[in-house]
């Protein structure tokens, strides 16, 4: 099994640009989310999803917006990248539902606004 | 709203020697508790967790941590670490029900030669 594949692991974007982290899993999980990672910081939760159609906002949203169209795929767009996003992002999954198993997570994406 | 508070930022200690990461969690209702490690250029990784039972928890690589309720407290151990234990230690929790994850700070352990 692939777990939880991200891409891509490395980007660098100028000031204003948009782009969007890819995230798939392959484990038929429910729960799916983004954190992002800062030194010193811990792992901070974006956004999360607990199924198709069904997203909520973490901790810190602003800047980032997702959809979740299938079970499989968990995107995560910046609309206009910021100097402040810069960070290492990590897309998880879980079973959901409350179960408390564990979360897989992506290799990360390292990304970089200049 | 549930926290986690990981006292140490980074921890030294030499190879086979005993180990303690510390961990303090804040909630109002009843929790699930985590530690997760994550080596160097790596996603996270679970290492163990307390859901309920027997206050003291095994996890992989000989780690161990036990959950005190009175003391709100979850420290993970291990008798003798290794080279390979450098990593940084991240401490969860989600609340009962639940399956948001939020983690502390992290703790970056040092194995020192």
């Known amino acids: 099994n692939a777990g939880v594949t991200q891409t891509p692991k490395f980007q660098v974007l100028k000031t204003g640009q948009s782009m969007t982290l890819q995230c798939a899993q392959d484990?038929?999980?429910?729960?799916m989310s983004w954190y992002r990672q800062d030194p010193g910081m811990g792992l901070r939760l974006i956004h999360y999803?607990?199924?198709?159609?069904?997203?909520d906002q973490g901790e810190v949203p602003n800047g980032y917006n997702v959809s979740r169209s299938t079970t499989e795929d968990f995107p995560l767009r910046l609309l206009s990248a910021a100097p402040s996003q810069t960070s290492v992002y990590f897309c998880?999954?879980?079973?959901?539902?409350?179960?408390?198993?564990?979360?897989?997570f992506g290799q990360g994406t390292r990304l970089t606004v200049v | 709203a549930q926290s986690v508070t990981q006292l140490d930022s980074q921890v030294p200690v030499f190879e086979e020697a005993p180990v303690e990461l510390r961990c303090n969690y804040s909630?109002?209702?009843?929790?699930?508790l985590f530690w997760y490690v994550q080596y160097p250029n790596q996603g996270l990784q679970l290492l163990l967790k307390?859901?309920?039972?027997?206050?003291l928890v095994k996890g992989i690589n000989g780690f161990e941590a036990e959950f005190n309720k009175s003391q709100t407290s979850f420290h993970l151990r291990k008798p003798s670490v290794h080279i390979s234990d450098t990593a940084e230690y991240f401490c969860?929790?989600?609340?009962?029900?639940?399956?948001?994850?939020?983690f502390g700070k992290g703790t970056r352990l040092h194995i020192l030669p």
């Open positions: 998880a999954s879980s079973k959901g539902g409350g179960f408390n198993t564990e979360a897989f």
């Open positions: 484990m038929n999980h429910e729960y």
């Open positions: 999803s607990v199924g198709a159609g069904i997203t």
């Open positions: 909630s109002s209702v009843s929790v699930y």
């Open positions: 307390y859901l309920s039972g027997s206050t």
């Open positions: 969860a929790v989600t609340r009962v029900g639940d399956d948001k994850i939020i």
